[in-house]
């Protein structure tokens, strides 16, 4: 069966400092990957997606990047946190199996910037 | 633009009914998603709506009308457990889903 990893957990930088929150998969071969941020009581707000090796699309501009350098390896990193990226980090994958187009999360990692 | 309207918070009863809907406009159609949100956890995966109708998966059901962009998740027989948040979610013709802000689900006994 399928998981997913993503660590750490919880995470508390101040501003200024660089980030790196990483995300594996397992049991999966060539999945979509999704980086996603959730403000408190807010909806998911999708930050990166990748549908393969070194393949990065951004759907919002700000200070955060992304990178796969492996088929089951997703990375968000940033050189300098701002207060605004507070917030609960998700990670997913999609399979390629027709039919099936549910994404699968992490468990998320909480990040406070102070 | 697009977006996906659902109310922010609703209140039932412990071995009621209760539905959650959602209202969406999108740039194309390729299904609808319900997903659970326990606090301060990751939302997992309900349901999937991608022709019009009623789909039954135990306590839940999920409903759509593609003409109307509307859905509704029915849950049934509430317990304790199923406060959390419910969140819609849409995918458009370029198959990225669009969120919902999620409905707060509060069951009281």
Redo the contacts between chains.
């Keep these: 069966s399928q998981t997913i990893h993503q660590w750490p957990a919880t995470l508390v930088q101040p501003v200024g400092s660089p980030l790196s929150l990483e995300c594996t998969v397992e049991g999966t071969s060539n999945p979509n990957l999704y980086w996603y941020r959730q403000a408190a ?6 930050l990166f ?1 990748s549908v393969g090796i070194g393949q990065i699309s951004s ?1 919002v501009p700000q200070n955060l990047s992304a990178s796969r350098p492996q088929d089951r390896q997703f990375i968000l990193s940033s050189k300098k946190l701002l207060l605004s990226d507070s917030g609960f980090y ?1 990670c997913a994958w999609q399979g390629r199996l027709a039919g099936g ?8 990692t ?1 990040l406070t910037v102070l | 633009g697009q977006n996906i309207d659902q109310p922010t918070e609703m209140t039932a009863t412990e071995g009621a009914i209760v539905q959650i809907n959602c209202t969406y406009q999108t740039s194309g159609f390729n299904g609808l998603f319900w997903y659970q949100q326990h606090a301060g956890e990751a939302p997992t995966f309900l349901s999937y709506n991608v022709l019009d109708g009623l789909e039954e998966k135990g306590r839940f059901s999920s409903f759509l009308s593609r003409s109307k962009g509307y859905s509704y998740l029915l849950l049934k027989e509430l317990q304790m457990k199923d406060s959390a948040s419910y969140l819609c979610a849409v995918m458009d013709s370029n198959y990225q889903l669009i969120w919902g802000a999620g409905t707060k689900l509060i069951i009281k006994p």
């Design positions: 009581g807010r909806g998911l707000q999708l997606y759907e998700l187009h549910e994404q699968f999360f992490g468990p998320g909480r």
